[in-house]
């Protein structure tokens, strides 16, 4: 009853806002807003822009992104926004600042304008209840986009496979450092992303699992001592946050000229704080390993000047396609399992898992998965520009396709 009586109420307040707007009630349902930021990319194309079925009124998706601050959202938003729209569905588009309480306004607005289906990648995992419960309540489906919503409402989700980003980061540095083989011992740093994110723990510990045994053994040290996923996280994965917290365990472990040989990012908003620091304060003539994730622009340019080793990219274009491809079956009231895949003809790898993750103890979610890739100075044109993400540029850099 509470949450019925909730929706009513925030349905009637956003239909006198519309109407305030001069939107003029449900005749505004897939008003989009703004999707902002940088045109989508070439990438795999897994749909057909088939008009929606159903009785001829054309669906509405809501799409709630975290923000516009860090690049890959705006990727994100402006991939599902024009992949929906060409297969004939109305959208809504926000983007909440990393704010929670905006995220929750922002989708309580689009189940008053009457959204079909919501696609939601949240800021606070945690954070939604109220809006998620509203949501089933009204029988709206909702796919967790590549963050995973503690709320049992979340219909499935689809991200990457997030302990494989990690595993990616840490097999990278153990190659590098040859630690079957080399003496070391080797220093090393970690820093991990935002606690509000289920996805952080993932990265972080496919990293540390592969690097532990290294430490347990010796041949890698960690001269802070920080190793617990709390000590080393990021709030809201800033990069600022990821500086200043670089250059506090310079200045504390490695002004003496303590050799740095690596730092493990989970991504590469944090990666580029810890590079800036080690770049500024970090005395040590070797190049300092440093992982990342998500390919921006700004780390792409780090990798080619030697100051970023890697990236873990993920082809966020097909995230939207099987996004797409998902909201489609649901909609249309068919079977959403492993047999979407074989159906697909998609182009590239995505694993059905009913395991790996949950909403709350004991309830799994349904989830679609796919594969992430290694990105380094030596395969970034093969990796990123030949299939149509990125271009290079008139200075030798890589830019977006369309930016
Ligand atoms: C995403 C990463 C991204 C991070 C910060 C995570 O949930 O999976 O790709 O780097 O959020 O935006």
């Not at 989508?40 to 088939?50: E, K, L, V």
């Not at 909702?142 to 595993?167: E, Q």
């Not at 080797?186 to 699992?209: L, M």
């Not at 790996?356 to 395969?379: I, M, Q, R």
Request: charged share 20%.
């Amino acid at each position: 009853m509470k949450k019925t009586l909730a929706l009513i109420l925030a349905a009637c307040m956003s239909l006198s806002l519309v109407a305030c707007g001069g939107g003029g009630g449900s005749d505004n349902k897939g008003s989009a807003s703004s999707t902002g930021g940088s045109q989508p990319a070439g990438g795999s194309q897994g749909s057909s822009a088939s008009e929606p079925a159903g009785n001829g009124e054309t669906k509405t998706v809501g799409i709630a992104m975290p923000t516009q601050s860090l690049e890959r959202w705006n990727r994100d938003g402006a991939y599902l926004d024009e992949q929906f729209k060409a297969a004939g569905y109305n959208t809504i588009v926000t983007y909440s600042d990393n704010k929670n309480e905006q995220q929750v306004n922002d989708i309580q607005n689009m189940l008053s304008q009457g959204v079909d289906l919501l696609i939601i990648a949240a800021i606070d995992g945690n954070g939604l209840n109220t809006v998620m419960n509203d949501a089933g309540a009204a029988g709206i489906p909702v796919i967790a986009y590549d963050r995973l919503i503690m709320n049992d409402n979340s219909s499935y989700y689809v991200s990457f496979d997030n302990y494989t980003v990690g595993t990616l980061q840490g097999t990278y540095v153990k190659d590098a450092l040859d630690l079957d083989n080399a003496a070391g011992p080797f220093n090393i740093e970690f820093t991990a992303g935002d606690p509000a994110d289920n996805n952080a723990p993932f990265f972080y510990n496919g990293a540390f699992d592969v690097l532990k045994p290294y430490i347990d053994s010796g041949k890698l040290v960690v001269p802070s001592g920080q190793t617990a996923f709390d000590a080393v996280a990021t709030d809201q994965w800033q990069t600022d946050v990821a500086l200043d917290r670089a250059q506090n365990v310079l200045a504390s472990f490695y002004s003496d000229g303590t050799k740095l040989d690596a730092w493990v990012c989970s991504n590469d908003s944090t990666s580029m704080g810890v590079t800036q620091a080690v770049v500024q304060d970090y005395a040590g003539g070797n190049t300092v390993i440093i992982t990342g994730q998500d390919g921006d622009v700004a780390n792409l340019r780090n990798i080619k000047d030697g100051k970023q080793s890697m990236t873990v990219y993920k082809a966020v274009a097909n995230e939207a396609v099987v996004t797409l491809d998902l909201a489609k079956a649901i909609l249309d009231g068919k079977t959403a399992d492993a047999s979407l895949i074989s159906a697909s003809g998609w182009d590239f790898d995505c694993a059905f898992d009913t395991e790996s993750y949950e909403t709350t103890p004991g309830n799994k979610c349904p989830s679609f998965l796919l594969v992430p890739d290694v990105v380094t100075a030596d395969n970034m044109e093969e990796k990123l520009v030949t299939p149509g993400y990125y271009k290079v540029g008139a200075d030798g850099y890589l830019e977006a396709t369309n930016g």
